[in-house]
């Protein structure tokens, strides 16, 4: 199973959550980024590392500029992950729907 803690470490943090959802509009460099909040370029760049560890963004070079994009596949193992959960869910409250009814008969 691939190692999905770098996700969640990435997804942790309210303010990369942040940044994620700027990045579902649009592309965006470091300094578009740092804009939109009150902190150093330096803090929003390890911000954007962290990101990238967990594989939910992109970067690539454009001259001198990095630009950041969201990568929606990195979500997948965490979808996968909490699929299990769901199913799990669902048994018991199937379960629980059975005693009720049969309770009710």
């Known amino acids: 199973m691939t190692n999905i803690q770098p996700t969640f470490r990435a997804l942790a943090d309210p ?3 942040d940044i994620l959802l700027m990045l ?3 592309d965006m460099t470091i ?3 740092a804009e939109n909040f009150d902190m150093t370029r330096a ?3 390890k911000h954007l ?3 990238s560890d967990g594989g939910l963004i992109t970067v690539r070079a454009q001259g001198r500029e990095r630009i950041n994009t969201l990568n929606p ?3 997948a193992p965490v979808l ?3 699929t299990f959960f769901d199913a799990f869910w669902d048994d018991r409250l199937n379960a629980l729907k059975s005693v009720i009814e049969k309770d009710n008969t």
């Open 24 to 26: 579902r509009d649009h």
């Open 49 to 51: 590392t962290v990101l």
């Open 80 to 82: 996968d992950w909490l």
């Open 73 to 75: 596949l990195g979500m």
């Open 43 to 45: 803090a929003i760049k």
């Open 31 to 33: 300094g578009e980024v």
């Open 15 to 17: 303010t990369r959550r």
